[in-house]
């Protein structure tokens, strides 16, 4: 991905479609859902003193369960996300002045040069 030369507050808070979700990221919700679904069942399996992986119809139950919980959290989070980005962008288009566009600098321009004291 290319760095632009100028930080602009606007371009920060836009998606052109550039940025690609990693690998884990859209089913990360619904399998960590649908784990803790499945140790939920066996969970309560050994709550009442049964062998754990017994009455496998919870255990599907509470997985497709947890899935579905996980899917919909991730569904809820991508719209609070995306509302939120929306809120700050406005709020940058309706104060242009308290968010100047900057130019990028690089280490070797802030940093001081030094010379280590033996």
């Known amino acids: 991905m290319e760095q632009s030369a100028v930080n602009d ?9 550039t ?10 919700n619904p399998m960590a859902g649908s784990l803790a679904g499945f140790g939920i069942a066996m969970f309560v399996n050994w709550g009442f003193r049964k062998p754990i992986f017994s009455g496998i119809q919870k255990h599907i139950a509470f997985t497709l369960l947890g899935g579905g919980i996980g899917a919909f959290l991730d569904q809820k989070r991508d719209a609070y996300l995306a509302k939120r980005d929306a809120v700050l962008r406005h ?4 104060h242009p002045d308290d ?3 900057t130019d990028r600098k690089k280490y070797g321009d802030v940093l001081e040069s030094w010379v280590p004291v033996r």
């Open 19 to 28: 940025r690609q979700p990693t690998f884990l990221s859209p089913i990360w």
């Open 99 to 101: 968010f100047p566009t």
């Open 9 to 17: 507050p606007l371009e920060i808070l836009t998606n052109k479609g």
């Open 91 to 94: 709020y940058v288009e309706l």
